[in-house]
């Protein structure tokens, strides 16, 4: 009776245009009317993200994530910790994106009896209970094309779920099957870090944050046993684990001892210390804008700094959103294409690849709405970017062994370094 009222009662999944699509109650029914004041909240906001993610109401409490365009909305009948339901949500989200590999309106509805199924599993009467996406999948198997037609045709799918229990539910490595086997064994880490970033007009970093993911992709067969060590384990300031990895041993030796999950899962999430500027910007953006009655001039340039021993930038992106007395633009670029969009007067300017011999260059000017004000300062510039096997904090791995079994799995390792909010005022 303790935990009685301290759990999530009902869990609503709401459309961008505030039509519930999914209802699902875990301690009796609550009428989806419950929703209105969150949808109400939503429409007074200029811009959704403003909504408060937990909304108090004279009977319940209701907390809630945006992800993909749609609201994921728990409701609950007392206090509880907030972020022990937004985890909850995020995951039942990301447990969605690994079933249909899309999140949107259409994948839900096409499996709707799919993320019933899942939502049953992920809780039980308010408890979060299966959480895994591994052990879920060992229950309810994803969607096949066949499976879809027959549901749509009223036909159910039974053998979409498994009778039995997964047997490692009931073992202390309840995140791992039993009986794995793969002809080839082998195991990728991808350790994806994002560089969140202010630069102000001379150059120089006002914020910088560094946060990164190891996912891991996983084909061992039986119960392999692995460790993961860092030359700089101290680089790291602030970590989140995947259950399965042992606490106690990271906090003596700073290693990742773990028993993996069988396929793709996240193994850590962390944050790096910047405060003593251990952070090395892989590129450099320089703009100048500059204003002066009613027209103005731009020119930016963008090129790679020495520090990246030459790796690759890709997928550059440079995004300047104008002020909204913009008239014309004529502007022109020595790599990639340049677009100006004179609805949302916001200019996009795909570089892709950088090349090693010239820096890719944009340069012309605009003028602006006869009798409107002149800007006082350039716009922020936002930058996006990713590197291959670069890493922003300059974490290194020391070794990746496995004991357990007397195979020798392959190993692959691969570093990405991609911007996060990288902005450059101008």
Same mark, same amino acid.
């Given at each position: 009776?303790?935990?009685?009222?301290?759990?999530?009662?009902?869990?609503?999944?709401?459309?961008?245009?505030?039509?519930?699509?999914?209802?699902?109650?875990?301690?009796?029914?609550?009428?989806?009317?419950?929703?209105?004041?969150?949808? /109400?909240?939503?429409?007074? $906001?200029?811009?959704?993200? !403003? @909504?408060? +993610?937990?909304? %108090? &109401?004279?009977?319940?409490?209701?907390?809630?994530?945006?992800?993909? /365009?749609?609201?994921?909305? $728990?409701?609950?009948?007392? !206090? @509880?910790? +907030?972020?022990? %339901? &937004?985890?909850?949500?995020?995951?039942?989200?990301?447990?969605?994106?690994?079933?249909?590999?899309?999140?949107?309106?259409?994948?839900?509805?096409?499996?709707?009896?799919?993320?019933?199924?899942?939502?049953?599993?992920?809780?039980?009467?308010?408890?979060?209970?299966?959480?895994?996406?591994?052990?879920?999948?060992?229950?309810?198997?994803?969607?096949?094309?066949?499976?879809?037609?027959?549901?749509?045709?009223?036909?159910?799918?039974?053998?979409?779920?498994?009778?039995?229990?997964?047997?490692?539910?009931?073992?202390?490595?309840?995140?791992?099957?039993?009986?794995?086997?793969?002809?080839?064994?082998?195991?990728?880490?991808?350790?994806?870090?994002?560089?969140?970033?202010?630069?102000?007009?001379?150059?120089?970093?006002?914020?910088?944050?560094?946060?990164?993911?190891?996912?891991?992709?996983?084909?061992?067969?039986?119960?392999?046993?692995?460790?993961?060590?860092?030359?700089?384990?101290?680089?790291?300031?602030?970590?989140?684990?995947?259950?399965?990895?042992?606490?106690?041993?990271?906090?003596?030796?700073?290693?990742?001892?773990?028993?993996?999950?069988?396929?793709?899962?996240?193994?850590?999430?962390?944050?790096?210390?910047?405060?003593?500027?251990?952070?090395?910007?892989?590129?450099?953006?320089?703009?100048?804008?500059?204003?002066?009655?009613?027209?103005?001039?731009?020119?930016?340039?963008?090129?790679?700094?020495?520090?990246?021993?030459?790796?690759?930038?890709?997928?550059?992106?440079?995004?300047?959103?104008?002020?909204?007395?913009?008239?014309?633009?004529?502007?022109?670029?020595?790599?990639?294409?340049?677009?100006?969009?004179?609805?949302?007067?916001?200019?996009?300017?795909?570089?892709?690849?950088?090349?090693?011999?010239?820096?890719?260059?944009?340069?012309?000017?605009?003028?602006?709405?006869?009798?409107?004000?002149?800007?006082?300062?350039?716009?922020?510039?936002?930058?996006?970017?990713?590197?291959?096997?670069?890493?922003?904090?300059?974490?290194?791995?020391?070794?990746?062994?496995?004991?357990?079994?007397?195979?020798?799995?392959?190993?692959?390792?691969?570093?990405?370094?991609?911007?996060?909010?990288?902005?450059?005022?101008?």
């Amino acid at each position: 009776g303790v935990y009685g009222d301290t759990m999530i009662h009902s869990v609503f999944v709401m459309s961008q245009t505030g039509e519930v699509i999914i209802e699902k109650h875990y301690r009796g029914y609550i009428s989806r009317t419950c929703c209105d004041l969150f949808w /109400g909240e939503i429409q007074a $906001a200029t811009n959704p993200q !403003e @909504v408060n +993610p937990v909304l %108090v &109401t004279p009977k319940h409490y209701l907390i809630h994530v945006q992800r993909y /365009g749609m609201y994921f909305i $728990a409701v609950l009948q007392r !206090e @509880v910790t +907030p972020l022990f %339901v &937004t985890e909850f949500l995020h995951r039942v989200v990301d447990v969605f994106r690994d079933y249909f590999n899309e999140v949107s309106e259409e994948s839900i509805k096409e499996n709707f009896i799919t993320v019933y199924q899942i939502m049953d599993e992920m809780m039980d009467n308010g408890f979060p209970m299966t959480t895994e996406p591994n052990v879920l999948k060992t229950m309810i198997s994803p969607p096949t094309i066949l499976g879809r037609v027959a549901t749509s045709m009223g036909v159910s799918d039974k053998s979409a779920i498994s009778g039995d229990l997964p047997e490692g539910m009931l073992s202390s490595i309840w995140w791992r099957r039993k009986g794995v086997k793969y002809t080839n064994n082998e195991v990728y880490l991808d350790i994806v870090e994002e560089i969140d970033c202010s630069i102000d007009t001379n150059g120089l970093m006002v914020t910088s944050d560094v946060s990164g993911e190891i996912l891991v992709n996983c084909k061992l067969s039986g119960m392999p046993d692995m460790t993961l060590s860092f030359t700089n384990p101290d680089t790291i300031d602030e970590v989140n684990f995947h259950p399965c990895v042992r606490l106690s041993r990271y906090e003596r030796d700073k290693v990742l001892s773990f028993v993996p999950p069988d396929g793709k899962f996240k193994l850590a999430s962390y944050s790096i210390d910047t405060t003593n500027g251990g952070i090395t910007l892989p590129l450099y953006v320089k703009p100048q804008i500059h204003f002066s009655g009613s027209s103005g001039r731009v020119n930016i340039m963008v090129g790679p700094k020495s520090t990246l021993a030459g790796r690759t930038i890709e997928d550059v992106v440079i995004t300047i959103p104008f002020t909204k007395n913009i008239a014309t633009t004529n502007l022109s670029v020595n790599h990639g294409t340049a677009h100006f969009d004179d609805v949302t007067k916001t200019l996009r300017w795909e570089i892709g690849k950088v090349p090693k011999e010239r820096s890719p260059c944009l340069n012309g000017n605009v003028s602006l709405v006869p009798g409107s004000d002149t800007p006082e300062s350039g716009p922020t510039i936002l930058v996006d970017f990713k590197i291959v096997m670069f890493s922003a904090s300059g974490l290194k791995i020391d070794a990746l062994t496995m004991s357990g079994e007397k195979y020798k799995p392959y190993k692959g390792v691969r570093f990405v370094t991609k911007a996060g909010r990288f902005q450059v005022r101008s």
